[in-house]
């Protein structure tokens, strides 16, 4: 099986609709080649959902395979959620 892999600048690029990147998801596409995003990009990349649908439009497609589950990566890139979830208790983003 063929297929790349997206990493945050990837997504960010994509959002972005910088050409080269909107080119090669519609090639994979087309070629029904797999897509693979780690949910740590994911988290990276998501930053505003009301402005992202493109990111989500394309983080649906079938042709593309988070690498974990695509909602909790989107839920631990909330600092709230970071501070809850983290076992040493609050932790600060830099």
Same mark, same amino acid.
């Given at each position: 099986m063929s297929?790349?892999?997206f990493d945050t600048g990837a997504?960010? $690029?994509l959002d972005h609709k910088v050409r080269d990147v909107v080119v090669l998801v $519609?090639? $994979?596409r087309r070629a029904r080649n797999t897509i693979t995003v780690p949910a740590g990009?994911?988290?990276q990349a998501?930053?505003?959902p $009301?402005?992202?649908a493109r990111l989500?439009?394309?983080l649906r497609q079938q042709n593309v395979d988070v690498a974990v589950d695509n909602a909790e990566a989107r839920r631990v890139s909330d600092p709230a959620d970071i501070a809850r979830l983290s076992p040493s208790g609050p932790?600060?983003?830099i």
């Open positions: 297929g790349v892999v997504l960010i $690029a $519609a090639e $994979a990009c994911v988290a998501w930053r505003n $009301a402005r992202q989500a439009a394309f932790t600060r983003l």
